[in-house]
């Protein structure tokens, strides 16, 4: 190797350490190191007067550009130690290679997946999204809803009053009596949101809970067109292979009423653990909206009818993925929510 060669080196060498000067004192250590009195360049360029004429004016020429880029070098260095406070971390200390931390990536709750999905079959039906206060008075939640003023459900234990007569909504039923209110038939709306009861936590039951409410009123609307809705939806959302069924039940809004199953997805019908043995699971409460609602709303029952159904979006949510206790979708334990990112 040249003389001229081992400065070139030099140079590079002094660049690259300089780079990984942390403070102003390894600044200065390198200055001595490569540009002092008995530095490196100093014992190289000592050897000048021992090489061949022919390779000095070259070497000469390298050993003068050595002193002016290392001086540069560890200039520039001080200069961006001091920018920063006295200290920066070395840049070669850092490997590189190392994979990176990846970002979380967040995604929509399992309830919202689910209400996006229900949302989605009833608009290619035909239906309005719409929304309605959770804060709510005596009148949306009960009295115009048909529910006498002696029903349980109006009880302190079974609802969450607040001041001035205000209070929680149980149901997201009260959305029917805005809709109509404000539109006058044919109303095919969806409402989905959140509802309060003060039911002790356990793992089927929550203080809170999502509901979604459907209402269709029009002229000549009749049962058979709930149970042709109805249907369609648990086809789209369970599979084209689900039974439905409805069993005769009472609501003070809807008459006549009935509660809806589904065939058990687990053991086709022949009952298991699942369904308490019975081949069915309920799945919501539907029925013809009765003449009293919507007079209530000011909508004739002489000339329109119409249909009304609720379901739980947890209750759905469980049967849909098997989750067994309610209380999971709300300790935002990442462990359970992560298993439902897109
Ligand atoms: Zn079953």
Known sequence: MTL???LRQL??????????????????????????RKGALAELTGLLGQIDAAEKPEAGREANRAKNEITAALEARSVAVKASGGTVGSAA?????????????????????VIDEICDIFYRLGFQ???????????????????????????????????????????????????????RPPVKVLAPGRVYRPDATDATHSFMFHQIEGLCVDERVTFADLKGVLLAFAKQFFGADV????????????????????????????????????????????GMVHPNVLRACKVSPEKYSGFAFGFGVERIA?????????RLFYENDMRFLRQFSA
Not at 94 to 109: K, R
Not at 143 to 172: M, V
Not at 256 to 281: F, H, N, T, Y
Request: a negative charge.
């Open 4 to 6: 001229a060669e081992k």
């Open 11 to 36: 140079i590079i060498e002094a660049q690259g350490r300089a780079a990984d000067a942390a403070s102003l004192e390894d600044v200065e250590a390198l200055r001595v190191k490569y540009l002092g």
């Open 93 to 113: 200390k850092e490997d590189l290679s190392l994979p990176g931390t990846a970002p979380l990536v967040g995604g929509l709750h399992p309830i919202t997946q």
């Open 129 to 183: 999204i719409a929304s309605g206060p959770e804060m709510e008075t005596d009148y949306y939640n009960f009295e115009a809803l048909n529910i006498p003023a002696d029903h349980s459900s109006r009880d302190d234990l079974a609802t969450f009053y607040i001041e001035n007569g205000k209070l929680l909504r149980s149901q997201t039923s009260t959305v029917q009596t805005r809709i109509m209110e404000k539109e």
């Open 243 to 286: 039974k439905m069924r409805f069993r005769p039940h009472f609501f003070p809004f809807t008459e006549p009423s009935a509660e809806v199953d589904i065939s058990c997805g687990l053991c086709k019908g022949s009952g298991c653990r699942s369904c308490a043995q019975k081949g069915w699971l309920e799945i919501l409460g539907a």
């Open 318 to 326: 469980m049967l849909k993925w098997g989750v067994n206790d309610i």
